[in-house]
């Protein structure tokens, strides 16, 4: 069995030198204003985030803000979970390999943890959504700079219930040792307006703690996630904020047709 799971979207998503991912963060953190940098919230130590998935120049800022927060964490996993863009298939995958890769160097991947959670959750391997998964993968960079201390799973989901997934993820939390990262876009592919529209309902519902509102109108892609983070969250009496709100209209200044990105943190 393949022991690395070797970058897939390194050079399309983010870039393959490490030299010009460390850029990015460089101006990703000077792009954070004072005033934002002196509120109480960069202290707070997250138990989880949502963080979206795209291409670093349009939805990195807005992953990035996160993990920075998420970086006053000592935890010693990261377990990060996405949906599969690419195979389908029922259940859940883990990544069944010993490390990550990143340009900046490999991430070591917790196997005996991994194998202890895939027996009580049945957790299988579906190498074909490994393969090529940018939702899970370009968290990878970031884990790697922000948390230099922690080793990683990564889980991706196909058709499950978010009622499934919010027990993984309560079981998780209950460990203090942990910290989960949700990767999820937003609605795809409306105007500005409307994509707004329809991305504000995600938002009320991940700052109220309320699922039942994202089946208002919500098109997340990592919906699932989000909705088991939410279930989680309120069975274990954490809080939400959430951190920043864009769409790639900020990047391209294309109206026409928009991609919705959120991070936000669980504390």
Do not use: W
């Not at 529209?197 to 089946?215: E, F, Q, T, V």
């Amino acid at each position: 069995m393949q022991t690395r799971r070797v970058s897939a979207v390194s050079g399309s998503f983010y870039p393959k030198e490490c030299s010009k991912v460390k850029i990015y963060f460089q101006k990703f953190n000077s792009m954070i204003d004072e005033s934002i940098k002196s509120n109480p919230i960069f202290s707070i130590v997250p138990r989880a985030i949502i963080v979206p998935h795209a291409g670093y120049i349009y939805s990195g800022f807005t992953a990035n803000i996160a993990y920075k927060i998420l970086s006053n964490s000592r935890s010693k996993r990261v377990v990060v979970i996405g949906p599969s863009h690419h195979h389908y298939f029922e259940g859940i995958s883990g990544s069944y390999f010993e490390e990550y890769e990143t340009p900046c160097g490999d991430i070591a991947i917790d196997s005996d943890y991994l194998i202890a959670l895939a027996k009580k959750f049945k957790i299988g391997f579906e190498p074909k959504a490994h393969e090529r998964e940018h939702s899970t993968e370009v968290q990878m960079p970031f884990i790697k700079h922000y948390l230099k201390r922690s080793s990683t799973l990564e889980l991706i989901y196909g058709k499950v219930t978010p009622e499934y997934l919010a027990k993984i993820i309560t079981y998780l939390l209950k460990d203090i040792e942990n910290i989960v990262v949700i990767s999820s876009d937003l609605s795809h592919f409306h105007d500005e307006n409307r994509a707004r529209r329809l991305d504000n309902i995600c938002l009320g519902g991940i700052a109220s703690l309320d699922s039942d509102k994202l089946d208002d109108g919500c098109e997340a892609c990592g919906l699932l996630g989000i909705k088991g983070l939410i279930i989680s969250a309120k069975q274990l009496n954490l809080k939400s904020k959430l951190i920043d709100y864009r769409t790639s209209f900020d990047y391209s200044g294309d109206d026409s047709s928009v991609v919705g990105y959120a991070s936000a943190i669980f504390y």
